[in-house]
């Protein structure tokens, strides 16, 4: 199965050794714009069919985006590896999704971490949410 990661799991960033054993099969962007935001010290990607109401803002260069990341192929062992780092389903959730790869502009289906809207909400009100407008980590 393929992951798109956009974040800490990145290669070459901080817990990219969770991925220690996924075949890498190049950087890609999402299809379908998101917003990517930084949650404490890690981040945390919304796709608009789960936005919370404190999103909502007139301002375009403020909503969402194409978010950049990278995929790779795992297997089901470390998939359920890094459920379990990240927190499924209490903090974050998998979702399916589509990417373009850039070397050669193929558009995989792919898994990826989503936090849950609410989580991103919560966290908001405690002054701990911070958006990321390069729509990169």
Request: net charge negative.
């Given at each position: ?57 007139p ?64 966290f908001?009100?405690?002054?701990r ?9």
């Amino acid at each position: 199965m393929r992951l798109f990661v956009y974040g800490s799991l990145k290669r070459g960033y901080q817990h990219a050794d969770e991925l220690s054993g996924a075949h890498f099969l190049g950087a890609a962007r999402t299809l379908d714009p998101a917003w990517l935001f930084q949650v404490d010290d890690y981040p945390a990607l919304v796709f608009p069919s789960a936005q919370p109401g404190w999103l909502a803002t007139p301002d375009p260069s403020a909503g969402p985006g194409y978010i950049t990341g990278e995929v790779f192929e795992i297997g089901e062992v470390l998939l359920a590896r890094l459920d379990r780092f990240e927190d499924v389903p209490q903090l974050y959730q998998r979702r399916i999704i589509s990417v373009a790869l850039e070397a050669g502009d193929r558009v995989l289906t792919s898994e990826t971490y989503v936090m849950r809207a609410e989580q991103v909400e919560e966290f908001s009100q405690r002054g701990r949410v911070t958006r990321l407008p390069r729509r990169t980590w």
